[in-house]
Each structure stands twice: as structure tokens, then as C-alpha cells.
Nanobody, 118 residues
Framework: QVQLVESGGGLVQPGGSLRLSCAASRSIFSLNAMGWHRQGPGKERELVAIMNIGGTTNYADSVKGRFTISRDNTKNTVYLQMNTLQPEDTAVYYC????????????WGQGTQVTVSS
């Protein structure tokens, strides 16, 4: 089992920045990958960014060049730095952790609201 707790959401004006944090209850190296998804109003949940255990990252096209996923191994925490935010980035952002053994499983955090509005 692993618990994931997100923080850092809030209200920001268009063009602004936020940094989300996801604290894991155990070493992030026990997870094969960690990432961020989001679900906007009336939309399906979508992948935003993901980082595997080796540090390889992947981003949704809509956030490339604006969002950066990173991690602090000493704090068992993954971050999502979001710059140049736009109203279409408004969503609940969820952290997730993936394990592949003994069987594939995805852990989810409770989500944090990000609202981009003037």
C-alpha cells in the first residue's frame, strides 16, 4: 500500500504559475512510475505528465513546454511545476503511482483543484 497526498492547488490568474506536490508514504523508488492526471469540468481524466523510475518523462502535448514534472527522492515527493497557466488548465489534478509487481496496480491521491481565472 502507498498513500499519495497532493497539495499546492488553488486559484491563479491566466499566465500565472503553480507548483503541485505529491507526497508518498513510502520511497518513490518502490514505484515504477509516478505521474499527474487531471479532470476538467465535463471532461474525462487525462494524463498530464509521468516520470518512470529511471527519470524518463512524458508529457501531454497540451502542456509541453509549460509544465515540468520532477521529484525529490529524499522527501518521497513528486512535483508538477505549471507555468503560463490558461483557463483550459482548470481541473482537479490527481497524483498517481504505478507498481508492476507482483501485479500491475495504480494508486491515486485525492486530487487538488486548480482554477485558472481572472
Amino acid at each position: 500500500q502507498v498513500q499519495l497526498v497532493e497539495s499546492g492547488g488553488g486559484l491563479v490568474q491566466p499566465g500565472g504559475s503553480l507548483r503541485l506536490s505529491c507526497a508518498a508514504s513510502r520511497s518513490i523508488f518502490s514505484l515504477n512510475a509516478m505521474g499527474w492526471h487531471r479532470q476538467g469540468p465535463g471532461k474525462e481524466r487525462e494524463l498530464v505528465a509521468i516520470m518512470n523510475i529511471g527519470g524518463t518523462t512524458n508529457y501531454a502535448d497540451s502542456v509541453k513546454g509549460r509544465f515540468t514534472i520532477s521529484r525529490d527522492n529524499t522527501k518521497n515527493t513528486v512535483y508538477l511545476q505549471m507555468n503560463t497557466l490558461q483557463p483550459e488548465d482548470t481541473a482537479v489534478y490527481y497524483c498517481n503511482g504505478v507498481v508492476l509487481t507482483p501485479r500491475p496496480y495504480v494508486y491515486w491521491g485525492q486530487g487538488t483543484q486548480v482554477t485558472v481565472s481572472s
